[in-house]
């Protein structure tokens, strides 16, 4: 029996190390490919977007929100009509105030993409559509949107529109308490809701969210943010430079590898109560939760275990 355990063991410990090898080969995709590269204009003419993480060219605004968009055609107005009320509005009042809105196209199979364009009629001067070549993810489709963005600041907003748009300005606020040298991030919070969340779940589920901080806290390495997966996160221009290139996953845990990226290269993080809903629709919902849950985990320890042999990089630290 020991020699079989020993057996095992060592074709478990062979797999690791084949595994990470693999992994480590995997590089922060930061470019541009096919009609990525380009936006539709209002009169159906390709534009180019500015190159990755420059405004080379372009006029810059104050504010970009990127909004990332896998298969939203009915709940991206939930998102869009408020985010436009508002800033509208702001850019009345307040002079020297600009802003645009990257939707993000990540590999659609319903009419998401003819309602993103309908849109882009309505407001062809504040809002763009980056359709990606394939679907990457949520992680991947906020990371291209932020590689486009011609804002001092850039927040992402998720399509659903779960978060009062208008908390913007408090998490705003917040972000210029802290920045500096250009460097800061302010992370809308659900954590004063989480009483009442634990209420209405299963006693399964909260099982599960107990577990993934834990995760987050232990493995994941990120210690002071207490809701890392709210979908409403304002990064100064350079915060998203630094961490966005560097992010390699690129799917439901991607906002844990962020701001861990945060920690390393110093940039000063704040968490912001928000008002928040629960919207119907949801893509996390139509997944099965420990599944979803086993591969967040598995994210979080391939990001632990890959940077701590220094298999990934964490590039242009400060």
């Known amino acids: 029996l020991l020699g079989v355990a020993a057996l095992v063991s060592g074709v478990l410990i062979v797999a690791l190390v084949i595994w990470l090898l ?21 009169e159906g003419k390709q534009a180019p977007f500015p190159l ?12 970009s929100v990127v909004v990332p968009a896998y298969n939203e055609e009915k709940r991206i107005h939930l998102c869009l009509e408020p ?40 407001y062809p001067h504040h809002i763009r559509v980056l359709d990606l070549n394939h679907n990457r993810g949520k992680g991947g489709a906020v990371r291209k949107g932020m590689m486009v963005s011609r804002g001092d600041l850039i927040l992402y907003a998720d399509a659903d529109g779960a978060t009062r748009f208008s908390d913007l300005e408090k998490v705003e606020q917040a972000l210029r308490r802290v920045v500096s040298g250009n460097f800061g ?10 009483g009442d969340a634990e209420a209405k779940r299963s006693f399964s589920r909260n099982i599960l969210m107990w577990g993934f901080h834990l995760v987050v806290k232990y493995i994941g390495g990120v210690k002071n943010i207490q809701d890392t997966q709210c ?7 350079e915060a998203a430079r630094v961490t966005f290139s560097n992010l390699h996953i690129e799917r439901w845990a991607f906002d844990v590898e962020v701001l861990w990226l945060a920690q ?5 993080v704040t968490e912001v109560q928000v008002n928040w809903r629960e919207i119907e629709g949801s893509h996390l919902e139509e997944e099965d939760t420990r599944l979803v849950s086993i ?15 220094g298999l990934w990089k964490v590039n242009g630290k400060q």
């Open 22 to 42: 693999l992994k480590a080969r995997t590089k922060p995709d930061v470019t541009l490919q096919g009609k990525e590269k380009y936006y539709i204009t209002k």
């Open 52 to 63: 990755p993480f420059s405004r080379a060219g372009e006029d810059r605004v104050s504010l």
């Open 83 to 122: 985010c436009l009320e508002y800033l509208l509005e702001r850019e009345k009042r307040e002079s020297g105030f600009s802003f645009e809105i990257i939707i993000v196209l990540d590999g659609c199979t319903d009419k998401t993409s003819v309602v993103a364009q309908e849109w882009v009629h309505k």
């Open 185 to 194: 991030i302010s992370c809308g919070s659900r954590a004063h809701l989480q």
């Open 231 to 237: 979908g409403f996160k304002l990064f100064t221009r």
């Open 264 to 268: 390393q290269h110093r940039v000063p």
């Open 295 to 309: 591969k967040m985990f598995w994210d979080l320890l391939q990001v632990r275990l890959l940077y701590i042999f």
